[in-house]
């Protein structure tokens, strides 16, 4: 998508994104968020292991529990308290 080509810089060869934006590109960041949380449907609940296997699919940097605090952290996404249960937030 054109809106997302900003992120091209952060995409390995397979297409997956290799690292995170530092601190000072916070609205690539945003970017990266929201591109990620589109992976998810609507209304349906997952695993936390559902969650890192769909952001596993597009990275490579081998740290989904940052990906997943990042998305919660935002209110993008909300869980339990245990953390077993996570959705997009409405």
Known sequence: ???YQALNVYLDEDG???RLPGKRQKK???????????????GKKYSEKE???ILN????FNDPATLRRLL???GIMNRTV?????????
């Open 82 to 90: 245990d953390g077993r249960s996570y959705w997009l937030t409405e």
């Open 72 to 74: 919660f952290g935002t």
């Open 51 to 53: 969650v890192n296997t």
């Open 57 to 60: 699919k597009h990275h490579s």
């Open 28 to 42: 690539k960041l945003d970017l990266m968020i929201e591109y990620l949380a589109k992976q998810f449907d609507k």
């Open 16 to 18: 997956k994104f290799d």
């Open 1 to 3: 998508m054109e809106k």
